[in-house]
């Protein structure tokens, strides 16, 4: 597919074209689109910022005065700073797991392609299909009886384990077209396995390293079913249930509810944002495998 | 084992040879050298078994008993799936679940396409508009699903009726989630409304690989644009639409945390899919055996249908 690339000398094309009319109406066209796709985002923001009376009196305006009351309110009430701890730490633990686990596994299933490392490679897979419901209350029973439930252990070992086969599967795929130079030429110059790896393969992965981290963050930190069955009720919740819980307690107070919402999407937001090149290329191209 | 890929293997004695001759090709005995030892992969292995392998197959073994979470079980065949056929609500939500994954899977890829294609072209707003409808997946479908809650509710001032009625709509005006026969539609609306971007991203990484000479010479040879698009675009979009295809019905068969926010199943159990029955067959209702018999339904659906899809959509998948 990347040989499409090397035929395009796509500036010439581009430049040639004047401005149309055409484009000026789609240009109005994709921002009126925009404006009506932002509709639940402008009342999300603009509530927010709204004392109750607004809120019933003129619930469409933009809020005049705005008032921020609403979100330290809702910081405190919503508890939005320990599960912001808690989200933080579970997502970066098992983001080193997986990273370590994910790049060694795949290192063996990419450089042994045959006999066991087909047929396991094949196995992980497997765990791509399948739903992860079906192991969903033994799992649930086993982590209940290693004491695990409400702890950060116990959702770090249920990342590692249900997004390991997705990060071996990107993994194994960008070493298979590295070439096995690199890491020969350091095992001839006395290196031994481990140390060809972690010193000249592991920061040749930094690319696929990129996409393994943005797509399995994304996905930890926004996880709410898992996290609601382990975590529930405990003081290690993150904030998909922290916030579920506390907009459950206050749900007739608009503004409260809506200000912890702001607060508790703002900060993988801000994130996206500032790496939206890397996210947007993560998610367009990490899948295509 | 195989471990003794790390000597020389019997299968590469008859390749050995190419060794000395071809100088700097790569001798296919130092290749042999650089397979790491079996043990890398154990790790992974022992996790991957702990948290995914043994549960599933625990998951199956529990859906022919009558396990309820505590103390033994006794193993009762058939008994759960044939439950299953005699159990309206569970019948109700594999009907639910197909419709809520093929509404999803059109509505959500056939504006993802139109937005791609606005998108990758030079109006001036493209990378403004790109984060934009993009920005929704990466936030969680929770609060995704709470804040289209509110935004359904007829009862608010800044909600979907407000809006209808202020653009003149009034007539449109629906009670979205409380109405049975609209609560599934008004779930998937929601689910697109998040995730359209994502498909129009994937979509736009394939119009990036459409060559632009293509384009040019079927201008050349008297092409209209909707022509182009058919005859050049399409046929080469194949790979983004296999991957946006599997993704969303993966997606959509899986859905669980924007219905279990949004109705929780209902009004009634209208809107009631197989992943909320599953979970409140198991913890409201204690029934664990019947619950993973549901999970092991779905798991064979979501198996059934991307092995289908693989097939038939990399089949049509050409190169430029």
């Avoid at chain 2, 001798?27 to 996790?47: E, G, S």
Wanted: include cysteine.
């Amino acid at each position: 597919m990347s040989t499409s690339m090397t035929l395009g000398t796509a500036a010439p094309g581009r430049g040639r074209r004047r401005p149309r009319y055409g484009q000026y109406v789609l240009e109005l066209v994709m921002i009126a689109v925009a404006v009506v796709f932002l509709f639940p985002v402008y009342a999300l923001i603009t509530l927010a910022m709204k004392d109750p009376r607004q809120i019933s009196e003129s619930p469409l305006s933009l809020p005049s005065p705005p008032t921020f009351g609403n979100f330290g309110d809702a910081w405190s009430s919503a508890s939005l700073g320990p599960a912001l701890v808690n989200s933080t730490v579970i997502t970066a633990v098992s983001l080193l797991l997986l990273i370590v686990l994910g790049s060694t596994g795949a290192y063996y299933l990419a450089r042994c392609a045959r006999g066991l490392g087909y047929g396991l490679y094949i196995l992980f897979l497997l765990g791509i299909v399948l739903p992860f419901q079906l192991g969903m209350i033994p799992l649930y029973k086993l982590v209940d009886d290693l004491g695990w439930l409400g702890t950060y252990q116990g959702m770090v070992l249920f990342y590692t384990g249900i997004q390991l086969p997705f990060t071996v599967f990107l993994y194994t795929g960008f070493i298979r077209a590295l070439p096995p130079d690199y890491a020969q030429a350091a095992l001839i110059d006395g290196c031994n396995h481990r140390q060809a790896f972690t010193r000249v393969v592991f920061p040749l992965l930094r690319p696929i390293t990129g996409t393994v981290i943005i797509l399995n963050a994304v996905f930890i930190w926004n996880d709410f079913f898992t996290p609601l069955l382990y975590l529930g009720g405990s003081d290690k919740e993150t904030v998909p249930v922290g916030i579920f819980a506390f907009v459950g307690q206050y749900v007739s107070d608009y503004g409260l509810v809506f200000a912890g919402l702001v607060l508790a999407a703002l900060p993988i937001l801000i994130v996206f944002v500032l790496l939206q090149r890397y996210v947007i290329k993560g998610f367009a191209g990490g899948l295509k495998g | 084992m195989t471990s003794t890929s790390e000597k020389t293997v019997p299968g590469a004695a008859d390749t050995a040879g190419d060794g000395p001759k071809a100088g700097r090709g790569r001798p296919v005995r130092h290749r042999d050298h650089t397979v790491p030892p079996w043990l890398f992969v154990v790790p992974a292995l022992v996790v991957y078994g702990i948290v995914v392998l043994y549960p599933s197959l625990a998951g199956v073994v529990y859906a022919f008993t009558d396990w309820s979470g505590i103390g033994g079980f006794s193993f009762t065949g058939t008994e759960n799936f044939r439950t299953l056929l005699d159990d309206g609500r569970a019948l109700e939500s594999v009907g639910n679940t197909l419709l809520l994954t093929i509404a999803v899977v059109v509505v959500q890829n056939g504006i993802g396409l139109l937005l791609a294609l606005g998108v990758h072209t030079n109006i001036k707003s493209r990378a403004v508009l790109r984060l934009i409808f993009f920005a929704p997946a990466v936030v969680s479908p929770v609060m995704i699903a709470i804040l289209w809650k509110y935004v359904y509710n007829p009862e608010n001032g800044a909600g979907l009726n407000s809006l209808l009625g202020a653009v003149g709509l009034g007539g449109l005006r629906q009670d979205w989630l409380g109405d049975p026969s609209l609560a599934l539609w008004s779930v998937a609306a929601m689910v697109v409304w998040q995730y359209a971007g994502y498909s129009m991203v994937v979509f736009l990484a394939g119009l990036q690989g459409v060559p632009v000479e293509l384009h040019e010479a079927a201008r050349i040879d008297g092409a209209g644009s909707l022509q182009r698009f058919r005859y050049v675009t399409w046929p080469l979009l194949a790979p983004a639409l296999t991957i946006n295809l599997m993704l969303s019905t993966i997606g959509g068969l899986k859905l669980f945390d924007q219905v279990y926010a949004a109705t929780n199943g209902g009004p009634g159990t209208s809107s009631e899919t197989l992943s909320t029955v599953l979970y409140k067959e198991a913890f409201v209702y204690g029934k664990f055996g019947y619950s993973t018999a549901v999970a092991l339904v779905l798991a064979l659906f979501v198996a059934a249908v991307s092995l289908v899809q693989l097939r038939y959509l990399r089949a049509r998948e050409v190169t430029a």
